[in-house]
């Protein structure tokens, strides 16, 4: 199982690191928030289209939690739905784990990073820091994106259907990916977050999602037992 679990976490891993590196030697992050720094603020970002994604704020994170509730839920209805529980157990966890304690408890709220609207370059008193430059602890939320992490947990469906329904798992991964971006990209524009945030809001769920998906295995079928099936 550990081998397995290495060689998914490996490219991911290998994945971040690597752009980490090039955002840094190029400078990516303060190049990019600079297009959207205009007359001293971030106008594109309060137009009504990415302030709907701020202000959906936790909601898809809470929303896959509550899928896992549901999921949890199906046990008592029908036996033979008892693997339903483990699927539960794994999108309340990948919720609870990635964006709530890995994303925001342990990095956002300690990691001290300045966010761009507090940075010199952009109005700011602080100094910019590159995302392996902890800063102050409590000072400065920017590394990683809270906002961010919650659409990508909506990746979650994936780990549970990437065995059993790999055209619907594609599709979870795919929307999930391309709504995490589209909500870093708003807190991009919104002066709240750099590129590199936004990678590692989604390296961290995913890496979490890997780990947690090979310890308690939702996309596997569990056998229906004989009272299960009499029932039928």
Not at 8 to 29: C, H, K, R, S, W
Not at 83 to 99: A, E, K, N, T
Not at 119 to 142: A, D, L, N
Request: glycine share 10%.
């Amino acid at each position: 199982m550990y081998r397995n679990v290495l060689k998914e976490i490996f490219p991911v891993l290998l994945f971040l690191l690597l752009a980490t590196a090039l955002i840094g030697i190029t400078g990516i992050d303060l190049k990019i928030a600079s297009q959207f720094y205009i007359d001293g603020g971030w106008p594109i970002g309060q137009l009504p289209f990415w302030r709907f994604f701020y202000d959906l704020n936790r909601t898809p994170a809470f929303a896959i939690a509550l899928f896992g509730v549901g999921a949890l839920l199906m046990r008592f209805v029908r036996p033979s739905l008892l693997h339903w529980s483990r699927r539960g157990d794994f999108l309340i966890l990948i919720v609870l784990l990635g964006p709530g304690l890995l994303v925001n408890a342990v990095f956002k709220d300690h990691w001290g990073r300045p966010r761009p609207r507090e940075v010199r370059q952009f109005g700011g008193e602080r100094e910019f820091q590159h995302p392996w430059q902890p800063g102050i602890s409590g000072k400065g939320k920017s590394f990683p994106s809270g906002h961010a992490a919650a659409a990508f947990v909506t990746v979650a469906p994936y780990f549970v259907y990437r065995k059993e329904k790999k055209t619907a798992a594609r599709i979870w991964l795919i929307g999930g990916v391309a709504f995490g971006l589209l909500m870093g990209m708003a807190r991009i524009l919104q002066g709240g977050h750099f590129l590199s945030d936004i990678l590692w809001s989604w390296g961290m769920v995913f890496l979490c999602g890997i780990v947690l998906a090979a310890w308690l295995k939702p996309d596997k079928e569990f056998p229906v037992s004989a009272e299960s099936a009499e029932e039928k």
